[in-house]
C-alpha cells in the first residue's frame, strides 16, 4: 500500500522534472514511508512512496519491464496475485520477484488495458508504456483507492491525493461551488467532481489513457442490478443454497485477504459486519488475532459491550481507542487535510486515532466489516424507504406511520415525535414514488437545508443549479427497471461509498498513519453475487441483511447475529461548541476569515455558533451545517489560503 | 390574565432559525416547516424552548404540524395551555 505519482507529456515549469516528480511523491511520503523512487523517462514520468506488505526485498518501484519500454507505479493489493501468477507461469512468463506489482506488469504485457478485468483488489497504478507512447491510468472496480488528476498547460498530472498534485507550480486550489453544493446535498462531489476546481478523480471501475493524440477516460466495470419484473439468474435457488454460496465466497474473499508478509489485524466494531469477519478470520487462521476499536464517553455512541462480548468470544487480543469530543475537535484540522474534502459528520476522526493506535501497535493491515451494508442492503435508509413506499400505499392509515419509530431504535429524538409529524418527515417526495431517488429524498432534503448558510456570493454562482438533477442525469440507463431496493442499494454503493465512505472514512483515514484497511465484503465478486440475490432474501420484512445473517449465524453469538444496524456515529458539532473546543474554531469561524472565503454568510455563522454554545442539542441540519461550515473553512485554510499566499509571495517578484 | 407569548416565540425563531440576514422578517403565518426554516429535529428544539423557557408541558399527541408550523400556530397553542394552566 502506497502513494502513486506522476506526469504524462512535458512539464512546462522551469523546475526539471525529477524535482517535480520528488515533490509530488514527498507531499503523500505518509502513504508510503518504506520507500521513494521517481523515474523521468521520454514522455512521462512516475513516482512512488511505498509501504512494503508483499514481498518487501523485491518489490521496488517503480518497476520496469526487461526491456525497460513498460514502467508501472501501483497502490494497493491484487489479492488474487497467486492464482494470476501460476496461470502467467503456465503462459511462459518468468518472475523476477514474489510481488503483485509483477503480476500487473506481466499481466499487461500479455493482455494490454484489459489486465484490469482479471484483477480481484484494490488498486490504483499508472502504467507508461513507451512502446506506444502511452499512459494508462486505472482504479479498482469499488473505489478503494484513490486517484486524482488534472491536466496543466498540456501537461497531464496524477496522485493519489490532492496535495501532491498541488506540487506542481501553476496548479492551485479553488474550491469549486458546484462540489460544495453537491457536498451540501448528498455528502459526496459527483465524481469525476472534486471539491477542488479543475480537479478531478478518476471513478472507481474506470480507465484513462493517455496519447500524444488523445485523452480517453472509459468504465471497465458496473454495479448492475436484474430486473424487477421475472426471478433474475437465480430463478429457481432456495435461501439455503444462495446462503451457502455466499459463505463460500465470503470466506473466499476473506481468506485471500488475509495474504500478506506482515501481520494482519482486524476492526471490530461490536456490530455484525466486523464480527463476521472476525469470526472468518479466526477460522481461517487460528493465530492469535489482535482487533481494534473505537470507544465514546457517550452511551448514545459507544458499543463497548458488544466489543467485549466479541472479543470474549473470539478471543482476540483487543484494544480500543477513547475518543473524546475534545479528541475529535483536535484532530479535525489534521482530518481535513487528509479527506481534502469538506464533510458533514465527525465520524472521520475517530477512524484517523484509530489508525494512530493500529500503527503504533505494529500493524500495517486491518480488516474491516466495511461494504456489508450496501452489499447486503444493511442501512436503515433501505427500510426507511420500503416503510414509506407502504405507508404511501395506504395514506389514510393511522397506524402505519408508527412503525418509523421502530426504525431508528437509538434515535432519541425520534422516539418523541409524533405520529402525524413523523409521518409528514417521511412522506418527503411521497407525491413522487416514481423518481429515481424516491429512497434518498427525506436525507437529501434534510441535507440541503445547510446550503441556507451559503454566502450571496456562493448563491450567485450556483444560480439555479440542481445537484439531485445531475444524479439522476448519472444513473445507468438500466436503473429504472431494478427493484427499489437495488435502486437504493445503488445509489449508496456507486456514490456514496467511494465518495465519502472508503475514501473520507476510509483510505484518507488508515493511509494517514501507514495503515491499509482490507474490506473482504467488497470482494468484487461477492458484490456481484450478491446484487444477484432477490431482495426479498436481503431485507425480510424489516430484518436487514438477512441472508447474510442467515448464512454465518453459527459463527457468532445469537445476540450479536440478531442485533439490529447500529450505525456508526460519533458527537458531532458539540464537540466544536462545548467547554473543551479547540480555539480555532473561533478563528475559523470568525467574520474576517468568512468574508475573505466567501463560501458562507458570516452573519448566519455567528448565529449559529451563538445557537449551538447555548442550545448544545441543536437538530440535524445545524448539527450537519456547523460541522460542513468549519470543515469547509478548514479546508480553505489548508489548501485554498496557503496557496494565496505562497502566491502572493512569489508574485512581487515576477511583477518587479 | 391574558398572556400572550407571541413575542418570545418570534424572538426564538428568529434567533435560532432565520439565520440569513437578507432575510429579515418571517410572518406569523408562513409554513416554518414547508419554507425550509426549521426541519423535524427543529420542531424537537422549538418543543425543549417551550418547555423550558416558557413553561408548558407539552403531550406527545400534540406535536404536530397544526401546532407548530407557525408563529401564529405555536403562539395560539401555548396561549392557550398557559390559559389552562392558570384557570
Known sequence: ?????????????????????????????????????????????????????????????????????VWLSFNGEIFNHVELRDALVDQGHRFRTKSDTEVILRLYLQKGLDCVEDLNGDFSF??????????????????????FYTQNNGCLYFASEVKALLQVPGIAAELDPVALDQIFTMWFPLAPRTAFKGISELPPGHVLTATPDAINVRRYWQLDYPDADGEGSFAGRSEASLAEELRALLFDATRIRLRSDVPVGAYLSGGLDSSIITAAVKKITPDALRTFSVAFESGE??????????????????EELMCTQADIADAFPSVIRHTETPILRTAPAPLFGLSGLVRMSGFKVVLTGEG?????????????????????????????????????????????????????????????????????????????????????????????????????????????????????QYLEAAHLLPGYILSSQGD????AHSVEGRYPFLDHRLVEFAARIPPRMKMRALREKHILRESVKDLLPQTISDRPKQPYRAPDSQCFTGADAPAYVDDRLSRPEIETAGYFDAGAVEKLLAKCRKRPNVGTRDNMAMVGIISTQLWHHAFAERAETEHARAEPRAVA | ??????????????????FREDRETVSDTESLLENGLMDSTGVLELVAFLESDIGIEIQDNEIVPENFDSIENISNYANAKLSKNSN
Not at chain 1, 507508461?128 to 479498482?140: C, E, G, P, S
Request: glycine share 6%.
Open chain 1, 372 to 488: 456489508a451494508d450496501e452489499v447486503f442492503a444493511g442501512y436503515d435508509i433501505f427500510k426507511e424507504a420500503k416503510l414509506r413506499r407502504f405507508c404511501a400505499s395506504q395514506p389514510d392509515s393511522r397506524f402505519r406511520p408508527l412503525l418509523y419509530r421502530r426504525l431508528y431504535p437509538y434515535l432519541p429524538q425520534l422516539q418523541n415525535q409524533s405520529q402525524s409529524s413523523l409521518a409528514a418527515f417521511f412522506s418527503a417526495g411521497g407525491m413522487a414514488l416514481d423518481d429515481p431517488l424516491y429512497s434518498h429524498l427525506p436525507r437529501f432534503r434534510t441535507t440541503s437545508g445547510t446550503k441556507l448558510f451559503f454566502s450571496e456570493q456562493m448563491r450567485s454562482e450556483l444560480g439555479d443549479y440542481d445537484a439531485l438533477a445531475d444524479l439522476r442525469e448519472n444513473l445507468p440507463a438500466d436503473f429504472t427497471r431494478w427493484h427499489p431496493l437495488s435502486q437504493s
Open chain 1, 126 to 147: 499508472a502504467i507508461w508504456d513507451a512502446r506506444k507512447k502511452r499512459l494508462m491510468i486505472a482504479r479498482d472496480r469499488m473505489g478503494v483507492r484513490p486517484l
Open chain 2, 1 to 18: 390574565m391574558q398572556v400572550d407569548v407571541r413575542s418570545d416565540v418570534r424572538e426564538f425563531i428568529v434567533d435560532n432559525f432565520l
Open chain 1, 301 to 318: 455512541f459507544d458499543e463497548r459491550e458488544q466489543q467485549q462480548e466479541m472479543v470474549a468470544a473470539l478471543d482476540t487480543r483487543h
Open chain 1, 1 to 69: 500500500m502506497c502513494g502513486i505519482a506522476g506526469y504524462f507529456g512535458k512539464p512546462a515549469t522551469v523546475l526539471p522534472e525529477a524535482k517535480i516528480l520528488d515533490g509530488m511523491v514527498g507531499a503523500i511520503a505518509h502513504r508510503g514511508p518504506d520507500a521513494r523512487a521517481t523515474r523521468v523517462l521520454a514522455g512521462a514520468g512516475l513516482g512512488h512512496a511505498r509501504l512494503s506488505i508483499i514481498d518487501l526485498a523485491g518489490g521496488a518501484q517503480p518497476m520496469a519491464s526487461e526491456d525497460e519500454s
Open chain 1, 508 to 511: 484518507r483515514m488508515s493511509m
